[in-house]
């Protein structure tokens, strides 16, 4: 159960950044249009709480299949929010890394309404949001100079901030 949750994060991913935040308007919308206007808000942070809060209450009643699903889940969450700060911020990525950060850089600054996966290209292409192969080449071409992002991410400054608060306090 838990591979099955990990394995269906892929597309609880897409149908969330690609439907809800991009295709249909929804209360997504708005919420993704930030990491859009300032790629260093490249973490969902106020989704982790509830988001653990669920885990807690399956699991105060055992290791339910629900549970386990559900772990697996969280932990395509987990892995998608390392992907895509990598993505965004790493200089030094392995091959898929890379081939993940030009789809995701097609999506961010060539067709907001394509490559709308990012953990992995799979659903672009069963729901027809991958161009086809000589768009895709030269759209790929396109972004493939772009250096990645400096500075802190917005899980950093929120890091920083607490810690000056801490500090001050």
């Known amino acids: 159960m838990f591979g099955a949750g990990l394995m269906s994060w892929t597309l609880f991913e897409y ?3 690609g439907w809800m ?3 249909y308007k929804t209360f997504v919308t708005p919420i993704h249009a930030v990491h859009h206007r300032d790629p260093r808000a490249v973490f969902a942070i106020g989704t982790w ?8 209450i399956l699991l105060a009643h055992g290791w339910s299949p629900a549970a386990c699903f ?3 889940l969280l932990a395509g969450f987990a892995a998608y929010e390392v992907i895509h700060y990598r993505i965004h911020f790493s200089a030094r990525l392995t091959p898929v890394e890379t081939r993940l950060r030009t789809h995701h850089l097609v999506h961010h600054l060539r ?3 394509m490559c709308l996966g ?3 290209s799979f659903w672009d292409r069963v729901f027809g949001t991958e161009p086809a192969g000589p768009e895709l080449a030269a759209l790929y071409a396109s972004v493939r100079s772009v250096p990645p992002i400096e500075g802190p991410s917005n ?15």
């Not at 709480?49 to 807690?56: F, G, K």
């Not at 810690?163 to 001050?168: K, V």
């Open 15 to 17: 149908a969330v950044h």
């Open 21 to 23: 935040g991009h295709i």
């Open 49 to 56: 709480l509830p988001a653990a809060l669920v885990a807690v």
């Open 70 to 72: 559900y772990l697996g």
């Open 111 to 113: 067709r907001p309404k």
């Open 118 to 120: 990012v953990t992995t």
């Open 155 to 169: 899980l950093g400054i929120l890091i920083a901030a607490l810690g000056s608060a801490r500090r001050t306090s």
